[in-house]
């Protein structure tokens, strides 16, 4: 999935295509101070640090062609400063220049190399994009009378890629998903997470208890550990949330596997929703860890129409603020006027977490909302 923008609408950070155009000002705005800096200045100062600043620093922000016309201006503007002006005996001015023309050289070379990184890294992540949606596809937005709204952020920016996961789908039994997160990031994570949601699509099909899905679950994982060298063994384990919403969605039921609490959210009258945790009755350990215990509980509540449940990964409970205070999903969204609309309710949950961190990051994300239509 792609990485979203605060408000849930993109992956490219708000305003950064203005930013991005104000940065490739800067070798333009170098040469031309170091050129009026030639004329306004007593003949013993020289701009040529000006020029090889312009000239590298195109390397960095434009293409080669832009960089190239960077290096020739600055090389040109100092021999032409030198010949008209002459402000040095010649041996200095063939020595300035020649250091100029260097660094717009050296600028050339960079430019080249950086490019050619670029276009690796954009490969690559276009590569883990594709991945991550294959394995994470989009929910429809309504489903057997319920309303989806799913997103997903990567913790690692530059891959798009981790451990968390989610996954819905329609069964002989209800509308079922599950919320997890694998432990660590990164491909070895993403391997597991693709072994958790083929797992879970294909068990839940089959199984009409939800915790014997679960229990399928453990198994499928300690099966294919033992195949897979290095398969979800980063710290060896995986929590997850199992929910089952029956045909009739009058009620919905929960296996927690040592998951963060979902969120019920009911409608209120006065703007701000009743949010209520739906802690399991029974703690139960995360999957990967519970091969000498019992299985986990099944709990199930009340799902009145217009009713929201909101699943999340820690990487939205863990966040934390640069006073170090961790996000409490439940008591911000209680306070805030949050829409029912399951896609609103995503944007403006993921748009206040940015403002609790400043936008920093340290875990994946993914949050799956479903509301009941009647």
Same mark, same amino acid.
């Given at each position: 999935? %792609?990485?979203?923008?605060?408000?849930?609408?993109?992956?490219?950070?708000? $305003?950064?295509?203005?930013?991005?155009? &104000?940065?490739? #000002?800067?070798?333009?705005?170098?040469?031309?101070?170091?050129?009026?800096? %030639?004329?306004?200045?007593?003949?013993?100062?020289?701009?040529?640090?000006?020029?090889?600043?312009?000239?590298?620093? &195109? =390397?960095?922000?434009?293409?080669? $062609?832009?960089?190239?016309?960077?290096?020739?201006?600055?090389?040109? *503007?100092? &021999?032409?400063?030198? =010949?008209?002006?002459?402000?040095?005996?010649? #041996?200095? /001015? !063939?020595? %300035?220049?020649?250091?100029?023309?260097?660094?717009? *050289?050296?600028? +050339?070379?960079? /430019?080249?190399?950086?490019?050619?990184?670029? !276009?690796?890294?954009?490969?690559? !992540?276009?590569? *883990?994009?594709?991945?991550?949606? =294959?394995?994470?596809?989009?929910?429809?937005?309504?489903? *057997?009378?319920?309303?989806?709204?799913?997103?997903? @952020?990567?913790?690692?920016?530059?891959?798009?890629?981790?451990?968390?996961l989610y996954a819905v789908q329609e069964t002989p039994f209800g509308v079922r998903c599950i919320v997890g997160d694998v432990r660590g990031k990164g491909i070895a994570a993403a391997e597991a997470v693709a072994v958790v949601v083929g797992a879970f699509r294909e068990i839940s099909d089959e199984e009409g208890d939800l915790r014997t899905v679960a229990t399928r679950l453990e198994d499928t994982l300690r099966?294919?550990?033992?195949? $897979?060298?290095?398969?979800?063994?980063?710290?060896?384990?995986?929590?997850?949330?199992?929910?089952?919403?029956?045909?009739? $969605?009058?009620?919905? @039921?929960?296996?927690?596997?040592?998951?963060?609490?979902?969120?019920?959210?009911?409608?209120?009258?006065?703007?701000?929703? @009743?949010?209520?945790?739906?802690?399991?009755?029974?703690?139960?350990?995360?999957?990967?860890?519970?091969?000498?215990?019992?299985?986990?509980?099944?709990?199930?509540?009340? +799902?009145?129409?217009?009713?929201?449940?909101?699943?999340?990964?820690?990487?939205? !409970?863990?966040?934390? /603020?640069?006073?170090?205070?961790?996000?409490?999903?439940?008591?911000?969204?209680? =306070? #805030?006027?949050?829409?029912?609309?399951? %896609?609103?309710?995503?944007?403006?949950?993921?748009?206040?977490?940015? @403002?609790?961190?400043?936008?920093?990051?340290?875990?994946?994300?993914?949050?799956?909302?479903?509301?009941?239509?009647?």
């Open positions: 999935m %792609e990485n979203v923008r605060p408000d849930g609408t993109g992956s490219v950070p708000i $305003r950064s295509g203005r930013r991005t155009w &104000a940065y490739r #000002l800067l070798p333009a705005l170098l040469l031309a101070g170091g050129i009026v800096l %030639e004329v306004l200045t007593p003949p013993e100062f020289s701009s040529a640090p000006l020029y090889s600043a312009a000239a590298m620093s &195109a =390397a960095a922000l434009l293409s080669f $062609r832009g960089t190239l016309l960077i290096g020739l201006a600055a090389t040109g *503007a100092d &021999a032409v400063k030198m =010949a008209v002006l002459g402000y040095h005996q010649p #041996l200095d /001015n !063939s020595s %300035e220049v020649a250091t100029v023309a260097t660094v717009a *050289a050296v600028a +050339l070379l960079t /430019n080249a190399i950086v490019r050619r990184s670029d !276009s690796r890294a954009r490969s690559a !992540s276009t590569a *883990a994009a594709a991945l991550q949606r =294959a394995v994470l596809p989009q929910p429809p937005p309504e489903l *057997a009378g319920l309303r989806l709204a799913a997103s997903y @952020r990567s913790a690692l920016t530059d891959t798009q890629i981790g451990g968390d099966r294919e550990g033992g195949r $897979r060298a290095g398969l979800d063994e980063v710290e060896g384990f995986t929590t997850a949330v199992l929910v089952e919403i029956p045909k009739d $969605r009058k009620t919905v @039921r929960l296996v927690n596997c040592g998951h963060p609490a979902p969120l019920l959210l009911q409608p209120s009258q006065v703007g701000a929703p @009743r949010v209520r945790m739906l802690h399991p009755s029974v703690p139960a350990l995360p999957l990967g860890m519970a091969l000498d215990t019992p299985g986990p509980v099944l709990d199930e509540v009340a +799902l009145p129409a217009g009713t929201t449940l909101l699943l999340y990964t820690d990487g939205v !409970s863990e966040a934390r /603020n640069s006073a170090g205070e961790f996000y409490d999903p439940a008591l911000r969204l209680a =306070a #805030l006027p949050v829409a029912h609309e399951p %896609e609103q309710l995503v944007r403006c949950l993921l748009a206040d977490l940015t @403002r609790h961190t400043s936008g920093r990051y340290a875990d994946d994300i993914a949050v799956l909302a479903l509301t009941r239509l009647v």
